[in-house]
């Protein structure tokens, strides 16, 4: 991006000694390796982020109260997909190529390609403007979070839904699955502990691969119901170019990343008793 901090805190009449001095501050004209080592350092010893350049205020003073609501909103978006997606998807793949399969799918289709923004400003004319049920913005109440959460449910569910139909097609395909019904296994008992099970596996990735992006919030949607979470933080830390705030927020990403990918890889061992990695990291 053109321009740098300095630039952001400061008026254009101000001279390039003046900027030059701020810089050096703010620490800007230090080499980038020292500046990172430097941000690391006061990280791990001190536990300190560092200060926002444009709130003049600690990071984690701006983000520790901002993230509880986007964990609020898109937990809940995650949660409702998976109610929503999980039977819907199950049941396309039983019934597959009948009307359910194809409205669906079709459906799905559409919901995917409608932007979330779109459904968002549409739900406020309809729900909020016109209806007066829900109110247009804010955070303090449950209600506030009705509309975004049921438009970024929207906008996600429709992958999910195609992906559970295709995984759930996959093993009904199976040898253990037809063997099971062919000792006359009750098909509900074969479809829950058997087909849905491992069908599950790779919605679990999904759930878990998901979850670091909770703390990074819907951008878009948190910024068109005015709630003012991690999303609209980062973006509007990257407009300004307010560096410790989006390193702050790249490093919590991470971080998170790499322990969601250790307890998917967990959950997904539990659920296929085929996959077992021993401690040699051999297969067993």
């Known amino acids: 991006m053109p321009g740098n901090p300095v630039d952001m805190v ?15 501050e703010m620490g800007y004209d230090r080499p980038l390796v020292e500046q990172y080592v430097d941000w690391m350092k006061n990280i791990l010893v001190d536990h300190n982020f560092g200060k926002s350049t444009r709130y003049k205020t600690p990071v984690w003073d701006l983000m ?18 998976m109610i929503v997606a999980l039977p819907i998807g199950l049941l396309c793949a039983i019934k597959k190529d009948t009307f359910f399969d194809r409205f669906t799918v079709n459906f799905s289709l559409l919901l995917t390609a409608v932007p979330t923004f779109w459904l968002s400003v549409l739900f406020i004319i309809i729900f909020s403007v016109k209806l007066k049920w ?19 449910t929207l906008g996600s569910v429709a992958g999910t839904i195609r992906l559970i139909k295709a995984e759930v097609l996959e093993v009904l395909n199976e040898k253990f699955v037809t063997t099971a019904l062919a000792k006359g296994v009750p098909r509900k008992t074969v479809m829950v502990k058997h087909v849905l099970r491992n069908a599950l596996i790779m919605v679990t990735v999904l759930v878990f691969m998901s979850i670091p992006w909770l703390i990074s919030g819907a951008v878009v949607t948190e910024n068109i119901f005015g709630i003012p979470g991690m999303g609209n933080l980062l973006l509007n830390s990257i407009i300004v170019q307010d560096f410790p705030v989006v390193q702050a927020c790249v490093l919590l990403i991470a971080i998170l990343t790499v322990i969601c990918n250790i307890i998917s890889d967990l959950v997904v061992g539990m659920l296929d008793p085929r996959i077992r990695v021993s401690l040699n990291g051999g297969d067993r």
């Not at 400061?10 to 050096?24: G, P």
């Not at 520790?64 to 997909?81: D, F, H, Q, T, V």
């Not at 109440?141 to 970024?152: A, G, Q």
């Open 10 to 24: 400061v008026d254009r009449k101000v001279s390039e000694e003046k900027k030059e001095q701020i810089a050096h």
């Open 64 to 81: 520790k109260n901002r993230i509880p609501l986007s964990l609020a909103l898109c937990g809940l978006s995650l949660l409702l997909e």
């Open 134 to 152: 829900l109110p247009i913005s804010g955070y303090e109440k449950p209600e506030n979070f009705i509309l975004p959460v049921v438009s970024l």
